[in-house]
């Protein structure tokens, strides 16, 4: 078990003060109380502001191991950077501490284009192993087996490495590289060894839904060579190379880490406490990169919106939280929640999410929150619908495209939806794939990720779109405002409790500031 608590806690604290005190004067300066319309504060919250914010995150990733994982200094001093920025702007500011464990493998599993041009791909989104894969440190040419590229028409139209006859011509000692398609992939394994191949790198098909590294393959047991899945994408890339050498490392050892993270509460010192207006982010990165989209981004605009209007009244409570633990499985929301009474969650008149609002090919996603799209987990909570409704009106203000994205359960709404509370938030994509018709609204690249550097040691300030990021700092500052400032768009007060809820109606009208 590692425990992985900063040392030098007095040195820390100095050197927190001494990055961040000017920039939180600077930051507090500007507030303005007159910021008390939804109009006031969208003009005053700054794009340039927000990268500003975003600047320091990544400045402190660089200065601690290139990232801000919970448990690391990293982190810690984005906390700090965090709370001591609304402390100075007024803000009632509390930490919420809480400690996670997790078992990780003790050494990273590796794959690797060893020549032409190295390239280490990313885990997770480039390639998982297989969990029947042998272990051990592999190098070789890789070889392509009978695959089909551009892929069919339709799924299982490629019999890559179905045949032993596939594997005609095949050089003994190669990796086998094999398309998903018509057999079972413990089949094409099997006629693989059969051929001599010292390795296998299956691919995913291409037709859509089957182009990611998304799947563990069942080979019907554990394997005497190495085994693993990639993304069509690199697949394609690795058969168009000929004679690329490539390299695998792996071993099943794991161990169980124990972290310490917190969440960042501000809370205003106004407004109704029967209606509180909740807006958050989580705050932590990966411990592969700085996380400066995922998400610095919703972290930078969620914390300037709060800035500029410190100094308002708001006639509702509004509470700003940034959230530690999200990338171990929305660790620090699910706390949160978990530790509200009844009441206190019957309080929380909605909850407004925003993680990674500025990818560099970015398309506008709302939560559905009415679930209008007709495709995954349904409709958020009574109250959900409205708050699309007025994502949707402040974009087409705007004449900007935007589209649904479903409550996936893969951000920290999660645990709120799971208790009844309306939710909703704006998304600008991660590990998935620009379409030809989203370009087409939004611009960027068709077949490329919606952000290249998702999850990866290259999120950082240069991994930012200047556009998606002022457009939707004014959007947030838009729905909070809408919220904060006006009780007759909530139509509180809540009645007691969760089971009450329901009966609290949400007004479908759209106020004024968004007309």
Known sequence: ????????????????????????????????PNNNSVRKLVKAVNGKNVKNHLRVLDLIGKANGGTRVDG?????????????????????????????????????????RKSPNPKVYALGLDWVPSGHTAEGSFSAKIQ???????????PNSSSSGCEAADFA????????????????????VANAKAAGA?????????????????????????????????????????????????????????????????????????????????????????????????NGSGVGAILEVALQMAKSKPENKVRFAFWGGEEFGLLGAEHYVANLTEQEKANIALYLNFDMIASPNFVYHIYDGDNSDGVG???????????EKYFEQFYASR??????????????????IAVGIPA????????????????????????????????????TIKNINDTALDVNADAIATLVGTYAFDSSTINGPHAPGIATRAKTSHSDEVPKALS
């Open 1 to 32: 078990m590692s425990h992985r608590r900063t040392k030098g806690l007095l040195s820390a604290a100095l050197a927190t003060a001494v990055l961040i005190a000017p920039l939180a004067v600077a930051g507090t300066a500007h507030a303005d």
């Open 72 to 112: 690391t200094r990293g982190f810690e001093l984005s906390r700090d950077y965090v709370a001591t920025l609304l402390r100075l702007a007024g803000y009632q500011v509390s930490t919420q501490k809480f400690t996670f464990e997790n078992e990780e493998f003790k050494t990273k599993p590796v794959f690797e």
């Open 144 to 154: 392509p087996v009978d695959v089909m590229i551009p892929p069919g028409p339709t």
């Open 169 to 188: 011509g095949f050089t003994a000692g190669n990796f086998a590289l094999i398309q998903r398609g018509t057999c079972s992939f413990a089949v094409k």
């Open 198 to 294: 010292t390795g296998v790198v299956l691919f995913n098909e291409g037709q859509e839904g089957r182009t990611e590294a998304d799947v563990n393959p069942d080979l019907g047991g554990p394997q005497d060579i190495p085994v693993l899945f990639t993304s069509f994408w690199e697949g394609r890339d690795l058969a168009a190379t000929p004679g690329a050498e490539v390299g695998f490392t792996f071993s099943w050892e794991t161990e169980i880490k124990t972290y310490e993270s917190y969440n960042v509460l501000a809370e205003s010192r106004h407004g109704r406490a029967d209606n509180v207006v909740m807006v958050g982010g989580h705050l932590d990165s990966v411990e592969d990169g700085p996380g400066i989209n995922d």
């Open 377 to 387: 987990s349904g409709p958020g909570p009574e109250g959900s619908a409205q708050i």
């Open 399 to 416: 004449n900007l495209a935007y589209k649904g994205t479903d409550f996936d359960g893969r951000s920290d709404y999660g645990p709120f």
């Open 424 to 459: 909703g938030g704006l998304f600008t994509g991660a590990e998935k794939r620009k379409t030809p018709d989203e370009v087409t609204k939004w611009g960027g690249t068709a077949g490329e990720r919606y952000d290249r550097c998702y999850h990866q040691a290259c999120d």
